[in-house]
């Protein structure tokens, strides 16, 4: 489904196979942290890319794996919150462990996803994998810019998949870091709040360098200087740069906007993590709810 075309269900099988085979010549953002999860949607110039970023920064695969498990934590919360709808932003390749398996794990048969990727590729790969698995009747991908969000806003809810009355959690995870203040993100996530109801919530993880060392942070910051030959550039922001995208939304505290392994809802049971210092995952995350 692209923004561009207007609200078309399902790109088809060729579509999807087309834009893949013309996308082996650079690295793809969300390729390369699937490389990092361990997954298999990747490509050889995807991994060139990924191994360069390993040895510089050791801990990026085990960084990539604590956001995936705050995305499983933050999920599960918004479900036992009540939430059955999900928006994700920049949602990259349906791989393992994504919002739909962890809502039907948490409460089978009642949970949609709307899948939102700014790159065709990303969303190519989305249907085909979800075309495979049997899932496309309850979650769609959507290709489309966050940035573009009036209209992109339209698309989702033509998908019909999203009711406007009900809660919604909407997933920024690993997206707006991405996403430089020139562009204005800022603007665009208001205007997400905004159409959201009561009772809706907002995650978000993003890149940081608060409280690292300095040759952590200046290793980090080589990293992301790097995405720029990739599909995406990136940067990092603080945690007061990062509250600003949650606007009036009161945080769930504890824990507030904390590094990604130190994300958990109230009164959860805690992953051992053994001695490991939090700020390797390089990743802060936080949630809110709308009042």
């Known amino acids: 489904m692209s923004v561009a075309d207007g609200p078309v269900l399902a790109m088809s099988r060729e579509e999807a196979n087309s834009l893949l085979a013309k996308s082996t010549d650079q690295a793809h953002e969300g390729r390369v942290y699937d490389y ?47 939430i059955r709808q999900f928006v994700d932003m920049g949602s990259g390749l349906p791989t393992e462990g994504n919002v739909h398996e962890i809502a039907e794990e948490r409460a089978p048969g009642e949970c949609r996803v709307v899948y939102v990727d700014h790159d065709a590729v990303a969303s190519a790969h989305a249907y085909l994998l ?30 019909g998949l999203i009711g406007p009355s009900q809660p919604v959690g909407l997933l920024l995870v690993a997206v707006l870091h991405f996403l430089p203040d020139e562009l204005d993100p800022h603007r665009s996530v208001a205007f997400y709040r905004d159409q959201l ?15 690292m060392s300095d040759d952590a942070r200046e290793r980090l910051s080589t990293v992301l ?67």
């Open 36 to 82: 990092y999860l361990g997954g298999s949607s990747n490509y050889a110039v995807d991994r060139l890319f990924a191994r360069k970023q390993i040895k510089r920064v050791p801990d990026i695969p085990w960084a990539a794996r604590q956001n995936r498990k705050f995305l499983t934590r933050v999920v599960q919360h918004m479900i036992d919150l009540g």
């Open 130 to 159: 979800l075309e495979r698995s049997g899932e496309l009747e309850r979650n769609a991908p959507v290709n489309g810019d966050l940035l573009a969000h009036e209209r992109l806003w339209e698309v989702i809810t033509g998908t």
């Open 225 to 291: 200087r790097d995405y720029d030959r990739t599909t995406s550039k990136a940067l990092a922001r603080t945690r007061p740069q990062i509250r600003e995208f949650f606007g009036d939304w009161s945080l769930v505290e504890p824990p507030g906007i904390v590094w990604t392994p130190e994300w958990y809802a109230p009164g959860a049971v805690r992953d051992d993590v053994g001695d490991a210092d939090p700020s390797r995952s390089q990743i802060v995350a936080g949630l809110a709810r709308k009042p």
């Open 197 to 211: 109801p009561s009772g809706s919530c907002l995650a978000i993880s993003h890149a940081s360098t608060d409280q």
